[in-house]
């Protein structure tokens, strides 16, 4: 073997004019394991997708095997040997384990060879330590860590000389996770090069060979895994620590105005969570996927229907096992996903800005046109939308546009108390962050209990008053602002005990 | 989530049980005991809505509706009868390879346009329309070739017949691809989560065509066999044909969300429906309680089936056992 099996050479990529990487570069060799770092938006998942054949590169190449490669689309991709792990869950629940496995396998015989298929699924579950599963058995009975490892087995079962594995662990267990990591062993072994993709340092550092950082969509450093620690890597991560949005304003003493939530449980998701949240602060809690931060906003917002606790707002029970019980005691949720539980993209930004007021915007059943127009414009400007855009529909303004509609339609409503986000700036540019925080920071100002999730360390940093790190569906820590990020940082990935 | 391959079996098992034990009754209420021409009758009302069923059933599974079959099953009878006066074989592969063709057109519209199926399949549905209007001058058109008519429905075996059995072929076949081949894991993978099979390396676009096109066939397929057996193509055959095809479909197991149904679902499905039509014409009562009885027995699968209900019992669960996180 001479020369390492993947060379990733100056790759770059915009999305709409914004770069999300740029000029990245770095080479693994045949059994080397080497992790991606970076926070949300750093640029891994751009690179992941590049190199596993879902998006082209605007500039740049990939070279596997000293033959340069067009990754065209996924099938090229599997016929050049680069199996994929992707972050979010791909496997399709309607088909059996079975099925999952060989579903879109180009080697796979065209009649299913049942006996021999099922053997060799056999195999690799037990190799995965899934041992209880059937090959016959339909997905959708597995649970979200079991499908997740059905999925790398599968991943790892092609034969592939490149294996992506894009945060495999984010929703497993610690045992589920060793299991992982022996596989992912035991294919690096077999000769293959492994890019590992993960937000849990500890375990990047234990089983990677080599760290590359990315930062802004650039490559930080390349550096072997046991000249780093957790600290260096958080501080290649962090690069200079962000400026805060400071209040000015005194935690409202009054606790009948603050949201009370006491032993706030979601089976599976969310283990308890008790949180007092003062009217005119901003709680942030920080969490990275499955740690139960977005789970706490959704169970308030009355999306999980099994979730059980008491909550209380302004001296009355919030019935939030339903989402009209939730809105109907005053608290508004934005969604993490503006597009399934969210905005209506194809109608205009008016629309969309009075859609959860329009009882208050006429008599009896009928709209008032001129009120609708006045109450959406004077939104828009609280909300900093150009007024120009009023009647063109959503969808063809920018991420951060957008956002900006999805929170103006909470604001400037004397029903609504406390303000939920999730994500608040997930896809948003720069420019388009400050002006959402800003607007977070106002609407706290005037007195509303804003609660937001997010992964985002800067993010973290400069809204949260208080800031509450989850790990596994608790609470980690409580920490008052401006706390020190590289701590915020090791309660996510690693929780206490590590420490 | 258990809940998933109980319906997808439960619902059609259920109809069909349900059914069969109403068709084994009907003596206690005529007072004539069954014979085995009723079952063949039975299995004749198979046949005429078995294919379109399937036909609708397959692009149900796979996460897609086509409202085209109707259109396609009555051009199919047009040119099956015009093309086959001399030649019923001649006149079928002709009928076959026309609703190919159409299935294939909208499968590739579908597909690269990437449109939803609904919109194309009902302009494909009006266009067929227009067009066995168009073939047959607006009249019934009579099929001379009096050897095919009573070969399609001849008795075999004493309750089948050539077009139950082709039919029943037809069924089984689908059966074997579905289940048993690597494109039929892919079309019910594009049914049950397409971003999914896309990263996993499916080419949904081809399955799409590939899908449509089947369909078509199907149902072409379906009106040459019906109309060799009434000895006429109607250019019109309203949309009854579409609705019973969709009752059966769901019947079987089928959801219009995708991901779920299979073949011997769709199967049980569409001799449910048959069964039902039959009971009714042997117990003589009026015309118009088959579809009271279609009515209730959609009405009770869709109950099953509902989200509603599952999240009224999940809640049910919450409140009555305080589950540990």
Redesign the interface.
Known sequence: MSGPLVVVDALARSFAGVPAVREVSFTVGAGEIHALCGHNGAGKSTVVRMLSG?LAPDAGRIVLDGEAADLRS??VA?RLGVA?V?Q????????TVL??M?????D?????R?RAAVRRCRELLDEMGLDRLRPGQ?V??LSMGERQLVEIAKALSQRARVVILDEPTATLSEAESRRVFAAVRRVAARGCAVIFVSHRLPEVLELCDTVTVLRDGRRVVTAPAADLTVDRLIVHMLGETPHRLETSRRPDPDLTHALRIEHL????????FTLTARAGRIYALAGQLGSGASDVLRALAGLH??A?GSVQLRDRAVAF?SPVGAARAGIAFVSNDRKGEGLFLDKPVAGNLVATRLDRLGRGPLVAAGRERRTARSLAELAGLPPDRLADPVLTLSGGNQQKVFVGRSLGRPDVHVLLLDEPTRGVDIGGRAAIHRLLRDAAEAGLVVVFASTELEELLELGDVILTMRD?RVVDTYPGGADGAVLMRDMTEGKDAA | ??A??RQERLVPAAALLLVVVAFVLTPLGTGSPLTTFDVYNALQGFAQIGLLALAVGLTMIAGEFDLSVVGTYAVGGMIAVQAGQSSAVLGLLVAVAVGAAVGAVQGALIAWLRVPSVPVTLAAYIALLGLAYAISGGLSVTFTNRDATLWVDQTVAGVFSPRSLLTLAAFVLVAVVLG????G??L??I???R?????????VERKLVLLFTTSGTLAALGGALLSFSFASANPDPGLRPLLIAAVAALLGGASLA???GTATGLLAGALSVALLAQIVAVAYLPDYSTQLFYAALLAVVVAIDSPGLR?AL??V??RTR????
Do not use: C
């Open positions: 879902q996924r099938q599997q994929l992707d979010e869950l791909s496997v399709v629940p309607a088909l099925e999952n060989t579903l879109g396998d180009i796979a015989p065209l009649v299913t049942r339909l959708a009975t449980r979601v089976p599976g998701r969310l283990a308890d229907a099994r059980t096992r569906g | 989530m258990r998933a391959i048993g081949t690597r494109l894991a892919e019910r993978a049914g049950g989560d971003r999914a099979s896309r990263v996993a390396g499916v080419r995708g991901g779920r999240r999940e809640r669960r919450a305080p589950v540990e996180a």
